[in-house]
C-alpha cells in the first residue's frame, strides 16, 4: 500500500529517538513549498530520515536565502508567490548557483516537465506522490552531487575533505560526529573570520528547529580536544573563529 505524505507526520514522531543517528547524513535541504500542509509533510517526513530541513513559502525569501546560505539539495515548487518557482530556477542558473534541485509539481504536462528540465532541474517529481519515492530522489541526488570534484579544505595543520567528510590533524586522521564535522567545515571555509553562533546553529539545524542553548559549546568544546585548544577562539557574545596560526 502506497504511503501517503501525511500519515507520514504521525509515522516520523515515533522515530524521533533514532533521528540523531540518521544525521549521519548531515545534510541541509531548503524546501520552497507554499502548501502548508504538504510542507509539514515533507518536513516531518525527511527531518526523520537526518536531514536538516529549512522551509520557505515564497519564491523571493527562497532567492534571499540562497544567496547568503549554503544548501545541498533545493526541493522546489513551481506555483509559488512573488516569485516563480521557475523564474527563481532560471536566475539561479545565470547567477552560476549549482545547488541541485528536485521540482515539485502539480504541473504535470510533457512542456511542463521540459522546461523545469531546461531551466536547470536535476529531477522532476509531480503532485501528488508516494513520500518513499520523494526520500528515493532526494538519496539519489545527494549522491549524485556529492560526486562532484570539490576542493580539499586545508588549514593550520588540518584538512578536511568534502567528499569523504574525513577530518586529518597534524597527518593524523581524526574522528568526528557528522555535527562536530558540519561546524568545522563552517569555520574551515572562512578561517581567520568571525562565524556568528546564529550562523553555525543554521548551518547545523535549519531555521526552524530550536537549539539547546550549550549545544554549540559543547560541539566547540569537542573539536578543541580532538584538534588544538588553540586554534577555535571564541569571540565573547558574536560567535567563534578558526585562528590564522594555533
Do not use: C
Not at 506555483?79 to 539561479?92: I, M, T
Not at 552560476?96 to 502539480?106: E, F, G, M, R
Not at 595543520?157 to 562536530?180: H, K
Amino acid at each position: 500500500m502506497r504511503r501517503n505524505i501525511f500519515a507520514e507526520i504521525a509515522w516520523a514522531r515515533t522515530r524521533h529517538d533514532a533521528a540523531d543517528s540518521y544525521r549521519d547524513f548531515a545534510m541541509r535541504l531548503l524546501l520552497v513549498e507554499d502548501d502548508r500542509a504538504l510542507g509539514q509533510g515533507i518536513r516531518v517526513a525527511l527531518g526523520a530520515e537526518g536531514y536538516t530541513l529549512d522551509w520557505l513559502q515564497d519564491g523571493l525569501a527562497a532567492l534571499h536565502a540562497l544567496r547568503t546560505e549554503s544548501f545541498d539539495l533545493l526541493l522546489l515548487d513551481l506555483g509559488l508567490p512573488r516569485l516563480d518557482g521557475l523564474d527563481l530556477l532560471q536566475q539561479l542558473r545565470a547567477e552560476q548557483h549549482d545547488v541541485p534541485v528536485l521540482i515539485l509539481t502539480a504541473r504535470d504536462g510533457t512542456s511542463e516537465r521540459i522546461a523545469g528540465l531546461d531551466a536547470g532541474a536535476d529531477d522532476y517529481l509531480v503532485k501528488p506522490f508516494d513520500v518513499e519515492e520523494l526520500k528515493a530522489r532526494v538519496r539519489a541526488l545527494l549522491r549524485r552531487s556529492q560526486g562532484r570534484a570539490q576542493p580539499m579544505l586545508e588549514h593550520a595543520g588540518i584538512s578536511l575533505d568534502p567528499v569523504t567528510q574525513q577530518v586529518r590533524y597534524q597527518d593524523a586522521d581524526i574522528i568526528v560526529t557528522p555535527m562536530e564535522y558540519q561546524l568545522l567545515h563552517q569555520l574551515m571555509v572562512r578561517p581567520g573570520k568571525v562565524v556568528t553562533r546564529e550562523r553555525l546553529s543554521r548551518a547545523l539545524y535549519g531555521w526552524q528547529d530550536r537549539v539547546e542553548s550549550n549545544t554549540l559549546e559543547v560541539l566547540i568544546h569537542n573539536l578543541r580536544k580532538k584538534l588544538s585548544t588553540e586554534l577555535i577562539r571564541t569571540v565573547r557574545g558574536v560567535g567563534y573563529v578558526l585562528a590564522l596560526k594555533p
